[in-house]
């Protein structure tokens, strides 16, 4: 057994990467000892045939990158959001009628998000994390067994490897073996959805508009990318998803073609395509003994919004509050104290956000003529009051409520 670390963080993707810079990383006023483990070996995730994922960086999540000194290494690689439509649409590639629009005007403190493709995300914060001296790294080895003793946690990985920190942060992804060990229980339902993933090319450029078009089946997001090209969030049945995902590439790409429309002209698939089971989970409660979860580990939501990180980045930045307030007094970082302040924090945003993403999905996924009418009439009445749709932005932006400093742009 090696000396015992401040912090293990479990998982290398971007919520635990975020985690080490949050608590170790070189911007930080007094770093933390943190090692981070993960069964992968995250150098992998930077390619972009490993999820081919984008995200849309809400304007706090943007701060946050900022005070960790990752914003520059990517902004290059991110496209603004100019402007933002939702339609409602009763058939694939039928008549969409606009209901909601976000423009320039209502984003007066500039864009309320940049979408930036996850494989510069994972490379920018990887290599920050790698450069800091106080971030170790063990990849390649999964953690089997977990201790959570009440004045010190441990963690043996596959190798036989003994670690021991005074608190275990979780990014293990949606499965969360830490959050399993810990006994925390999940509720939530998985959706009969799956989101399909792909990046396509087109003829006219976006000028930054992204497109949420709701169908019968789920949503259909097109998402601007740097360049004349857009990524695509296509949530679908899962059996007729599994049918999209086993066809000819040619014949997905004529099937993408038809729900995209053709307002961008001549549209091409550039990449492979994902699929992703969708669902919504929480945990029950976010810490155990010596153990916070962040991230999936705590949290699974459909992409409709394009949060789910986004709320990781909140956790994690509530949770480097709470832990550098208790160091900064020579406390015990690992404390029931300190978990409770971080589970107070974290627990209604994320029960509130979660519901409003399940009730959005189920209300547009509705076929029903009177909720039908309801739902356009709703959005239509939105979509013509200024401070309404102000407020959205700001929410959108995650730049209301009780923010930690990361997210304000301060360091920690
Ligand atoms: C289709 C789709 C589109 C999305 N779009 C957006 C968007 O636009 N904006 C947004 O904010 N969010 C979006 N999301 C959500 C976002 O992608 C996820 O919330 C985020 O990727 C979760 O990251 P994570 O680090 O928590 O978990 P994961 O990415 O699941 O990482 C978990 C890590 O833990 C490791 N691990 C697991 N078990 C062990 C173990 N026993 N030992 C060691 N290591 C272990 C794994 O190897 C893995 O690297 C989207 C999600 C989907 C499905």
């Known amino acids: 057994m090696t000396k015992p670390h401040d912090i293990i963080v479990i998982g ?5 990467l975020a985690a080490a810079l949050a608590l170790g990383g070189r911007h930080v006023k007094r770093p933390l000892d943190v090692v981070v483990v993960d069964a992968k070996d995250p150098r992998a995730f930077s390619t972009n045939a490993f999820d081919g994922r984008a995200s849309a960086i809400t304007a706090a999540a943007r701060r946050m990158f900022e005070a960790l000194g990752i914003w520059d290494k990517v902004a290059h690689e991110a496209q603004p959001m100019a402007e933002i439509i939702v339609t409602d649409s009763a ?16 984003m007066k403190g500039g864009p309320s998000s940049h979408m930036i493709e996850n494989r510069f995300l994972y490379g920018a914060m990887l290599e920050a994390a790698q450069a ?3 971030i170790r790294f063990c990849v390649g080895q999964a953690v089997e067994h977990y201790h959570f003793k009440p004045g010190l946690a441990a963690v043996t990985l596959a190798d036989g490897t003994a670690l021991k920190a005074s608190l275990i942060v979780a990014a293990d992804g949606r499965n969360s073996p830490a959050r399993e060990a810990a006994g925390i229980k999940l509720v939530g339902w998985p959706y009969d959805q799956m989101g399909l993933v792909a990046t396509v090319e087109h003829e006219l450029p976006h000028n930054g508009r992204a497109e949420e078009h709701f169908t019968p089946s789920g949503p259909f997001a097109i998402l601007p990318l740097p360049g004349n090209r857009s990524s695509l969030v296509w949530s679908e049945r899962t059996e007729q998803a599994q049918r999209m995902l ?6 997905f790409e004529e099937e993408l073609k038809l729900r995209f429309g053709t307002h961008l002209g001549e549209v091409k698939l550039i990449s492979g395509r994902h699929g992703y089971p969708l669902a919504m989970y929480l945990a029950e409660t976010f810490t155990a003994p010596r153990l916070a979860l962040v991230g999936d580990a705590a949290h699974v939501l459909h992409p409709l919004a394009g949060l789910g990180f986004n709320l990781g980045l909140r956790d994690v930045a509530a949770l480097a509050d709470c832990i550098h307030d208790a160091a900064g007094l020579g406390l015990d970082i690992g404390s029931e104290a300190v978990l409770d302040r971080y589970t107070q924090w974290r627990r209604f ?12 999905n189920r209300l547009f996924a509705n076929t029903n003529p009177v909720l039908t009418l309801i739902r356009r009439a709703g959005l239509l009445a939105v979509n013509r009051m200024g401070g309404m749709k102000s407020m959205f932005v700001s ?3 995650g730049i209301s409520g009780d923010l930690p400093r990361l997210l304000r742009g301060e360091r920690v």
């Open 91 to 106: 058939v694939p590639g039928g008549a969409r009628p606009v209901l909601l629009q976000f423009g320039e005007a209502d």
């Open 12 to 16: 290398a993707a971007l919520n635990g």
């Open 132 to 134: 800091s001296p106080h």
């Open 395 to 397: 929410e959108a932006a």
């Open 349 to 360: 945003d994320t029960v509130a956000t979660g519901a409003m993403m399940d009730g959005m």
């Open 246 to 251: 086993a066809l000819p590439m040619e014949d």
